[in-house]
C-alpha cells in the first residue's frame, strides 16, 4: 500500500510533474509537426490536396511553407502553453506576460542592446550566417518586398511565443519549485533548439538564455526579452540579406 507521505509529497509534486510532460509533449509536437514537410503524410492520408499542392508546386511554396513553421510556433510555444495556464487557474501575468519594463532595468536591456547589435553586424558578413538567414530564402529576383515584410512581421511575432515558452511558461513554472535555479534549467532545451544553426549562435543561446531569465525574473516580465530578440533577428535577416543581394 502507498503510504500517506509518499501520497503527500506526489501531490505536492504533481504541478512539477505536469509542466514536465506538457514542456515536452509541446517540445515533441513543435518537433515533428512545426514543418510543413512533417505534415505531407498526414495531408496525403486525408486527401487534402489543395494545401499539399500548395506547399509542393505553388510558385511561392517555400513562402508558404515558412509562413506554416510561424504558425507551428504560434501554436506550440504560445497558444497552447497560455491554454494550459488559464485552465491551471493561474493568471498570464504569473508567468511573465506583462508588457512593462521596470525603470531600474532599462539601462541594462539598453546595454545588452549595445553590446549586442555590434556582433550581429559582423556576423552578417559571414557567409555562414548569410546561408542561414532569413529562414524565408528571400531573393529579390524573385519575391517582391512584400513578401519580405510579412515574414519579417511573422518572423518577429515569432519571437513572442519563444520567449513566452521558454522564458514565461517554463521559467516561470520551474521558479515556484527550484527558485532562481530554474534558469539554468529552461537554458537547456532552449540552447538545444539552437542545434543546427551556426556554432556562434548555438554558444550564445547559452548566455542569451541566462541572461534573459534572470532578466525575466527580476522584472516578472518577459517583455524586455521580446524586444531584444526582435531587435537581433530583424537585424540580422535585414543586413543578411543586404550583404548577399546589395
Not at 50 to 73: R, V
Request: hydrophobic fraction near 50%; charge should be positive.
Amino acid at each position: 500500500m502507498i503510504n500517506a507521505s509518499f501520497k503527500q509529497k506526489l501531490k505536492a509534486e504533481k504541478p512539477i510533474i505536469a509542466l514536465t510532460i506538457v514542456v515536452c509533449m509541446l517540445l515533441i509536437a513543435k518537433d515533428y509537426f512545426g514543418s510543413a514537410f512533417q505534415i505531407f503524410p498526414i495531408l496525403e492520408f486525408i486527401n487534402f490536396n489543395t494545401l499539399l499542392n500548395t506547399f509542393t508546386y505553388s510558385p511561392n511554396a517555400h513562402f508558404y511553407k515558412q509562413l506554416y513553421w510561424l504558425f507551428g510556433c504560434y501554436l506550440f510555444y504560445l497558444i497552447l502553453p497560455m491554454c494550459y495556464v488559464t485552465l491551471s487557474n493561474n493568471k498570464l501575468s504569473e508567468v511573465g506576460w506583462k508588457l512593462t519594463i521596470p525603470k531600474k532595468h532599462l539601462s541594462i536591456y539598453v546595454c545588452l542592446g549595445l553590446i549586442i547589435v555590434p556582433v550581429i553586424i559582423i556576423a552578417a558578413t559571414t557567409e555562414k550566417f548569410q546561408n542561414t538567414y532569413p529562414f524565408f530564402k528571400f531573393n529579390p529576383l524573385i519575391h517582391s518586398w512584400q513578401h519580405f515584410a510579412i515574414w519579417e512581421t511573422g518572423y518577429m511575432l515569432q519571437f513572442v511565443a519563444v520567449e513566452f515558452f521558454f522564458r514565461g511558461f517554463l521559467l516561470f513554472g520551474l521558479a515556484r519549485f527550484i527558485g532562481p535555479y530554474a534558469v539554468y534549467v529552461a537554458v537547456i532545451p532552449y540552447c538545444m533548439i539552437h542545434f543546427g544553426k551556426p556554432l556562434p549562435e548555438t554558444i550564445g543561446a547559452i548566455i542569451a538564455g541566462i541572461v534573459l531569465g534572470k532578466m525575466a525574473l527580476a522584472s516578472k516580465s518577459i517583455f524586455p526579452g521580446i524586444l531584444i530578440h526582435c531587435l537581433v533577428g530583424c537585424l540580422m535577416d535585414c543586413l543578411s540579406t543586404y550583404h548577399k543581394y546589395y
